[in-house]
């Protein structure tokens, strides 16, 4: 039987539905009997549903806002 960190890192292949046939039946064995990780999966599901519904949003000016910001972290501070 898989353990509760084995199913984790395994959660996302299971719902992405990347799992083998022996891989999937291990993981609902576990999840029969273990109500953190059935808790866990239905989180899991919940948060994939939310970002899907999330609108498109352009990214274009993103690397650049990026390069600005590691910037100003690399210039030392002026104290006063």
Same mark, same amino acid.
């Given at each position: 039987?898989? !353990?509760?960190?084995?199913?984790? $890192?395994? #959660? #996302? ?5 990347? $799992? @083998? &046939?022996? +891989?999937?039946?291990? &993981?609902? @064995?576990? $999840? ?8 866990? %999966?239905?989180?899991?599901?919940? @948060? ?7 609108? =498109?949003?352009? %990214? !274009?000016? $993103?690397?650049?806002?990026? =390069? ?5 972290? =690399?210039?030392? +501070?002026?104290? #006063?």
């Amino acid at each position: 039987m898989l !353990s509760c960190k084995q199913l984790v $890192l395994r #959660s #996302s292949d299971f719902l992405d539905g990347q $799992l @083998t &046939l022996r +891989e999937r039946f291990a &993981l609902r @064995t576990h $999840l029969v009997m273990c109500i953190n990780c059935r808790r866990f %999966i239905r989180q899991l599901r919940l @948060t994939q549903r939310v970002v899907q519904q999330l609108p =498109e949003v352009d %990214i !274009s000016g $993103l690397d650049a806002l990026a =390069e600005r910001l590691a910037r100003a972290a =690399e210039k030392p +501070e002026k104290r #006063s």
